[in-house]
């Protein structure tokens, strides 16, 4: 059985993985229930699960061939290696994802559900409201680098402490510290370090 999180660290969970799948203006989310924002989460893990296992096998696919192609080139079986081990890696996404999806039910469960409910959806509320300005503050401090080229969860990661921190009057470390530790979980190996550079970046400007 998962550990018991604090209701905001699930709700956090819950507005991340929720955002792509759920749409509509303030009135409408207030009419959504857990099970809505549960079902939301599950369709986007559903979904980079599905992706994983895409990669995965296309990876799988080209280390054959090039497994063929050592028999006559044998620079080949490096370049073979190298695209197993790549196929290894998305598989074991697709199954850290699927561990994902299989616990997170049980974790809104053991949760207090009202509260995880009102945080998920005042942050997906403030996210859509204040989009431009949260996505404006965001690219103005990487350097670089741009909002619109990081993966999904890594952009969503940063917008929902960037709305704590800017808009829900969350201290900067707490809101800081959640989206690094959500990171750890749902990033790629070093998104959490990179989410944290950010994530500085902007409590600096906000307390300037």
């Known amino acids: 059985m998962p550990i018991r999180q604090q209701p905001r660290r699930t709700a956090r ?25 549960l079902l939301g989460a599950v369709r986007s893990l559903t979904i980079e699960v599905e ?3 895409e990669t995965a ?19 080949n079986v490096g370049s073979a290696k190298e695209m197993l081990k790549d196929a290894i890696a998305f598989t ?43 996505n404006q503050m965001l690219d103005d401090v990487m350097i670089d680098w741009k909002l619109n080229r990081l993966s999904l969860i890594d952009g969503n990661i940063l917008r929902i402490a960037v709305a704590e921190m800017a808009f829900l009057q969350i201290e900067p470390k707490v809101a ?8 750890k979980a749902y990033s790629d190996d070093d998104g959490f370090r990179f989410i944290n550079g950010v994530l500085r970046k902007i409590s600096d400007r906000l307390q300037k």
């Open 13 to 37: 969970i819950l507005a991340l993985l929720s955002l792509s799948q759920i749409r509509g203006d303030a009135e409408k989310l207030e009419q959504l229930d857990i099970n809505d924002l």
């Open 176 to 183: 800081i510290n959640e989206a690094v530790e959500i990171a």
């Open 92 to 134: 074991q996404k697709a199954i850290n994802r699927l561990g994902s999806v299989l616990e997170l039910p049980e974790f809104v469960q053991v949760s207090q559900q009202a509260q995880v409910r009102e945080y998920a959806i005042e942050l997906i509320n403030t996210i859509n409201r204040r989009q431009g300005e949260i």
């Open 51 to 53: 992706n994983a296992l």
């Open 57 to 75: 096998s296309n990876e799988l696919n080209r280390s054959n061939d090039q497994i063929f192609k050592s028999e006559t080139r044998t620079t």
